[in-house]
């Protein structure tokens, strides 16, 4: 089993930055894709960014520029650096870690994170 904490969120004013951590932990397991994903009242949830172990990132469009997506392979965490905040950003972010056990390969999901942007 593989557990996943996240932290980072608050409320931020718009064009303001704020920054998400995560970090995956438990016995024996290897570190796939890790990403964000977010959800807004009355919506569903939705990609953020990805990156794999190798680096290789993918943003939304609608985050595209604004964030980072980053991972450290060694700590087993991953960040996302949100900058030029929007109202539209505001949501329930939740990391996602995709790891192989021995079992299998399964997708394991953070408690979320509440980011407001308003003023």
């Known amino acids: 089993q593989v557990q996943v904490a996240e932290s980072g969120g608050g409320l931020v004013q718009p064009g303001g930055s704020l920054r998400l951590s995560c970090a995956a932990s438990?016995?024996?397991?290897?570190?796939?894709?890790m990403g964000w994903y977010r959800q807004a009242p009355g919506k569903q949830r939705e990609l953020v960014a990805t990156?794999?172990?190798?680096?290789?990132?993918n943003y939304a469009e609608s985050v595209q520029g604004r964030f980072t997506i980053s991972r450290d392979n060694a700590r087993k965490t991953v960040a996302l650096q949100m900058s030029s905040l929007k109202p539209e950003d505001t949501a329930v972010y939740y990391c996602?870690?995709?790891?192989?056990?021995?079992?299998?390969?399964?997708?394991?999901w953070g408690q979320g994170t509440q980011v407001t942007v308003s003023s």
């Open positions: 990156i794999t172990s190798g680096g290789s990132t």
């Open positions: 996602n870690v995709r790891a192989t056990v021995v079992s299998g390969r399964y997708d394991y």
């Open positions: 438990g016995p024996s397991f290897l570190l796939n894709v």
